[in-house]
């Protein structure tokens, strides 16, 4: 996982609630064995209708996906996670999350940004009049900012979450912190015990 500290870009105005990882990802995309190409699969059957958000030219190349309330709910599903940052999502901003998505999400670099359902519905709409709009968030100070709109708003991120981000570190990176101690460990072991090599 990549160090995240800010992010700045333009983002997508997913204006539903309760969306689940099965319309984030569909069952059937679930067979691929790799864990890259998802970003393909990412809301397919709604983007069957051309006029579906990400179907539209304005919208392409953005980073952030502002959603409506209750994000990611259903079954964990880590390819959800997989297909919004392999179509090239760096968060998802939207006044709930549920636990499982999110826990995903903050495992694997995807910034999940709460906001108050007031500022939600606020980002919905102005992202809807103006795709150009850019938004910054930044992971250190824990804010979301809109300059155009002279809004900053801040979101909630425990300290843990927030020093995985920063210095990237996924669980492998976390359990790697300790590959000195593993050794040592591992070299004292009796010879007829499993070991990790």
Do not use: C
């Amino acid at each position: 996982m990549k160090p995240v500290t800010i992010i700045t870009g333009r983002a997508v105005p997913l204006d539903r609630s309760d969306v689940d990882t099965d319309q984030i990802i569909p069952s059937d995309w679930l067979k691929r064995v790799e864990r890259t190409g998802f970003g393909a699969g990412l809301f397919s059957e709604w983007r069957d209708d051309r006029d579906f958000v990400l179907n539209k030219a304005e919208y392409q190349g953005a980073t952030i996906l502002v959603a409506g309330e209750n994000f990611g709910t259903g079954s964990s599903r880590e390819h959800a996670v997989w297909a919004l940052t392999d179509y090239g999502f760096e968060a998802v901003v939207s006044p709930r999350f549920a636990d499982i998505f999110r826990n995903n999400s903050t495992k694997q670099g995807l910034l999940p940004v709460t906001v108050e359902p007031e500022i939600g519905a606020r980002l919905l709409e102005e992202i809807a009049n103006n795709p150009s709009l850019e938004i910054t968030i930044d992971v250190a100070q824990g804010t979301l900012e809109v300059p155009e709109l002279g809004l900053t708003v801040s979101f909630p991120l425990d300290e843990f979450t927030r020093a995985r981000f920063l210095n990237g570190w996924d669980d492998i990176g976390l359990s790697l912190r300790y590959e000195d101690e593993i050794e040592s460990y591992e070299a004292s072991r009796p010879g007829f015990l499993p070991t990790t090599r």
